[in-house]
């Protein structure tokens, strides 16, 4: 079974939670730690390569190889940020081709215009229902595997308000898209009705960010509310800032890591980890033959 299927049966079983990644190192974390599906978070890629805000500034290019590093390390189905597809309905194409290629389970699509935005800042812009149908057409043209998933998100509720928001997803579900993700819900209230009138049909999406505008909930409490999935997109990001900044701070007061060896790997822990071990012995089966 590929890894786009076992993402297509997970969706069909029981509420489940895709924590996000950003490099391979978080991707084995997330394996490790027993999660059956990973969210690679276009957002935490511009914080972690870049330095900068979730504001368009990430390439397509800069995608597609962390996505490839990470399948080369995990085999967790990869539900993959492909934010508006990079352009119009010809680069969604290509943004789909490339990002299936290297080992995308699934490939989310925004209705924002260029540049986008974290569907969390205020001042996003959209394209027309009818461009956005005409992305996800020529998203389901492009893929090579029949399995792999398109998830459609709509930033309207920031923009237009919560009807028009539900007009888009409602558009969405229509053009065939496997994943809904409504961005920005504001209220349980909104989430019931989103689930009411949705959860039947699509699959839905809930994205859950530490000091956004959605109410953080539970996935017990979401799958009640009819959603299949949360993504927790930035929350590795902001622990790992919190546990550095802890870190920076003692270094600089104590000058010495004596003070937090409990709080963080140890060099035979991080091998254990990463697999050096297994690693060096399989280099050992290629020596002096």
């Known amino acids: 079974m590929s ?4 993402l297509r049966e997970l969706l069909a079983g029981q509420p489940f939670i895709a924590p996000g990644c950003y490099d391979a ?6 394996e490790q730690a027993g999660f059956a599906c990973a969210y690679v978070s276009g957002a935490s890629i511009a914080f972690t390569k870049l330095g900068r805000p ?16 990470i399948r080369e390390r995990v085999a967790l189905p990869l539900i993959v940020d492909g934010d508006n597809g990079f352009g119009n309905a010809l680069n969604v194409q290509r943004t789909v081709r490339l990002l299936e290629k290297m080992g ?4 989310q699509l925004e209705d924002q215009t260029l540049p986008k935005r974290c569907g969390h800042l205020d001042g996003k812009t959209l394209v027309s229902v009818g ?8 998203a389901q043209d492009a893929r090579t595997d029949s399995a792999t998933l398109i998830v459609a998100r709509t930033d309207a509720i920031a923009v237009d308000g919560f009807e028009a928001g539900m007009a888009r997803a409602h558009a969405y579900a ?11 819900l504001r209220s349980v209230a909104q989430f019931e009705r989103a689930g009411q ?6 699959p839905l999406l809930a994205n859950m960010v530490e000091g956004g505008k959605t109410p953080l909930l539970s996935i017990s409490e979401l799958g009640a509310l009819g959603f299949r999935l949360a993504i927790y997109p930035g929350a590795m990001v902001r622990v790992v800032g919190q546990a550095a900044t802890t870190y920076l701070a003692t270094l600089s007061q104590d000058g010495t890591t004596r003070g937090m060896l ?6 035979r822990r991080l091998n254990e980890v990463i697999g050096t071990d297994d690693m060096l012995r399989q280099g050992e089966r290629y020596r002096d033959l």
């Open 3 to 6: 890894h786009a299927q076992r």
């Open 25 to 30: 190192f978080t991707a084995l974390l997330i």
């Open 54 to 69: 979730d504001i368009g500034l990430t390439t397509l290019t800069e995608v597609a190889e962390t996505v490839g590093n």
């Open 104 to 107: 995308a389970s699934a490939i």
């Open 131 to 138: 461009e956005m149908l005409g992305k996800l057409k020529a």
């Open 174 to 184: 229509d053009a065939g898209a496997d994943v809904l993700f409504i961005e920005a």
């Open 197 to 202: 009138e949705l959860g039947g049909r699509v």
């Open 262 to 267: 409990d709080r963080m790997f140890d060099f």
